[in-house]
């Protein structure tokens, strides 16, 4: 069983900054790479950013340069520093992690989810 918890999502002003957290824990015998989606009312699920196990981080054009994505490997932990917030950014933060288990094959495990909301 892998379970994946966000948290650190809030309230901001627009310009303000937020850290997200996200912790994979349970039966993991690799995490191949973990990352952040969001969805906004009435909008779809999109990518945010991603950073595989060897470091290599991709970011939604909306976002460059002023979010930034980093892990803690020893820790099965990913961070979403947030800065320059803006209020399009106002979304439920979601964490995924393609991991694979020790008696499983890899696949993507999803957290619930994070709410931030950036006010004008």
């Known amino acids: 069983q892998v379970q994946v918890v966000e948290s650190g999502g809030g309230l901001v002003q627009s310009g303000g900054s937020l850290r997200l957290s996200c912790v994979a824990s349970?039966?993991?015998?690799?995490?191949?790479?973990m990352g952040w989606y969001r969805r906004a009312p009435g909008s779809q699920r999109e990518l945010v950013a991603t950073i595989t196990n060897g470091g290599r981080t991709n970011y939604a054009d909306s976002v460059k340069g002023r979010f930034t994505i980093s892990r803690d490997s020893a820790k099965n932990t990913v961070y979403l520093q947030m800065n320059s917030l803006k209020p399009e950014d106002s979304a439920v933060y979601y964490c995924?992690?393609?991991?694979?288990?020790?008696?499983?094959?890899?696949?993507?495990?999803w957290g619930k989810g994070t709410q931030v909301t950036v006010s004008s």
């Open positions: 349970g039966s993991i015998l690799s995490i191949n790479a």
């Open positions: 995924k992690g393609r991991i694979t288990q020790w008696t499983l094959p890899v696949d993507d495990y």
